[in-house]
């Protein structure tokens, strides 16, 4: 058999992608597999910084290499494998170029990021903040919500039903004793009347703000009107309705939840659900968590909160952002689901972890239709990072127990058989991925 007699990105194993910057690293570059070429001979590998540009207008031809711009050295393979120590000097995405000294035809390019410390110690989590279940107006049961977002790469979400928070509790109980590393967190969206059109996500909180209210309507009725003089509400906004939602986020927070406004742009009858003053206003007093600055209505709303959430910041006002799919058929690709997601870099994966992540600023919201990311920059420019190189190693371990949640549901045979030992894959290859084994 003639073995393969190239070296492309896709022939060889670079498992660990994430190293730590200003720390001394090992990199290991190995032949994917027996048919491949090993390494021989001496190699030259050129370390570039992406954000560091050494092309020179005035002589487009300089090769930045030789004019030792970039960080260069010369390797001897040991066993067939390139394996070299390199210092990081700070955060970004690097190519790894590798080009033979005794064949010019053998070129390779790899990408790898480097973090600064408080980001490395944390880790990406694919979650949905806003979903729901047949237990409001979604088509399929809870269990089956959480399996189909299992199967889509999701490392969790929020049960988040209209009016109601048991829901969520229910099915965490469900999946608490099995052996699976998706997570559910507790979650409602809350309405409350009078101010009944008033859509708040509650994320991760320990008991409903829905049914706090319910049971004493008058109560919070009054809470709501001796808050109104206490605030600075802009003439041009209906006073009452700014107090209930700041009470509303109050009493999310007060529960150890995440407030969270959803979908502005929804269109209730013939005009939006959130006048854009009421927001802005909002977030510069700095009452709500986070924005759903991605949700699983439409193009067109999407196009409008993110607008909005531009103007927000370029005005010097910080918007933590989260992307939800607010998804209703979970079955069903083409419709909400899987529309919006979440990048949270967090601790681990906890609803506490989660909430602290966003309302840090580490999180990034990914609008799934087209793969634009929203948040910061350099929250985005990791997120894209993982994107292309995590994501699709990490969406393939998901998918299998996904489908093994949803046959257990229907049969609920012996769970460490159903599952098969699923359990633990991608927080391994997380580890592998970020050198945290």
Known sequence: MAYYAGITEEAVEMERRVY??????????????????????????????????????????????????????????????????YVFKDEEEWAVVLSSLEDEKLKLTLHVYSLEADLFARSPYIGDLHTHSCFSDGDEEPVLVAANHRKAGYDFIALTDHHQYAPSVELEAYLAPLPVEFKVFRGEEVHLKPAQYMHVVNFGSRYSVNDLHNADIAKA???????????????????????YRVWTAERIREAGGMAIIAHPFWRTRHEYNMRPEMVKWLFEKGYYDAFEVISGQSVFENNLQTALYGDMRSEGTKVPVVGSSDCHKSSDPGTYFKFGMTFAFAEELTAESVIDAVKNHFSAAMETA?????????????????????????????????????????????PEEAFGGTCGRVAEYLGRFMGKE
């Open 20 to 85: 730590p910057a200003h720390e001394k690293v090992t990199l290991k570059i190995t032949p994917r597999g027996k048919h491949y070429r090993r390494f021989e001979g001496k190699w030259r590998v050129t370390m570039v910084p992406m954000e560091i540009s050494a092309n020179s207008f005035m002589d487009p031809e300089m090769n930045a290499a030789d004019e030792g711009y970039y960080d260069t050295f010369t390797l001897t393979p040991e066993n067939g494998e390139l394996v070299f120590d």
């Open 221 to 243: 009725d009054s809470e709501v009107r001796a808050l109104m003089p206490t605030l600075d509400v802009p003439p041009t906004l209906d006073q009452y309705e700014a107090a």
């Open 370 to 414: 087209n793969g634009r990311i929203y948040g910061t920059y350099r929250m985005v420019k990791y997120a894209l990072f993982l994107k292309k190189y995590y994501l699709p190693h990490h969406d393939e371990l998901c998918i299998e127990e996904g489908l093994r949640l949803a046959a257990y549901y229907k049969d609920e045979a012996d």
